[in-house]
């Protein structure tokens, strides 16, 4: 693993994945009360195993990819957070997941943001984006505060789908 990927905050310590990993992502790809929301949704033991090789994978290709979060102070598992590129095509996405126990504590904020200052200010990418449901009031204050601006919306299975973006340089086209 690469240092420079290694992101520390001020409560927070954020590893690209690897198998170490494992146990913590199956109990949180697992746990309907996170996952359920989640495009895709709740994942199977060999659906987080095959997500975790192609989020390494990931890694290596694009210098950017999926974070454990852990506390900075005692290492425990807090969620996961990072980017990749949508399977619709519409740009590198930041995506976020805390566990349950660590919902409501600001950590999905701080997280994601410093993954998006790692995407922007480090991997060079230009514009960053997200999508979150409508209904999803947690996430889209997430989103928001750390920057992102609402610019796109549609709807997916009957639910209202709201897409957020961010771009370094605001003369880019739309992807």
């Given at each position: 693993?690469?240092?420079?990927?290694?992101i520390r905050t001020g409560r927070l310590l954020m590893r690209p994945v690897s198998y170490l990993d494992l146990p913590d992502l199956r109990a949180l790809k697992s746990d309907p009360a996170v996952f359920a929301v989640m495009l895709g949704g709740v994942r199977?033991?060999?659906?987080?195993?095959?997500?975790?090789?192609?989020?390494?994978q990931f890694w290596g290709q694009h210098g950017v990819g999926m974070w454990a979060v852990r506390a900075a102070g005692d290492g425990s598992f807090l969620g996961l957070v990072g980017l990749h590129a949508r399977p619709d095509g519409r740009g590198m996405a930041i995506r976020f997941a805390m566990t349950t126990?660590?919902?409501?504590?600001?950590?999905?904020?701080?997280?994601?943001?410093?993954?998006?200052?790692f995407a922007q200010d480090r991997a060079g990418i230009d514009?960053?984006?997200?999508?979150a449901r409508?209904?999803?009031?947690?996430?889209?204050?997430?989103?928001g505060g750390i920057g992102m601006v609402e610019?796109?919306?549609?709807?997916?299975?009957?639910e209202m789908m709201l897409m957020y973006e961010s771009r370094t340089r605001q003369d880019l086209p739309p992807d």
């Open positions: 693993m690469n240092p420079s990927w290694i199977g033991v060999v659906a987080v195993a095959d997500e975790l090789a192609a989020d390494i126990a660590s919902q409501g504590r600001g950590y999905a904020s701080e997280a994601a943001g410093a993954a998006l200052r514009r960053v984006v997200a999508v409508a209904s999803n009031i947690g996430s889209r204050q997430v989103l610019c796109d919306s549609w709807t997916r299975d009957g």
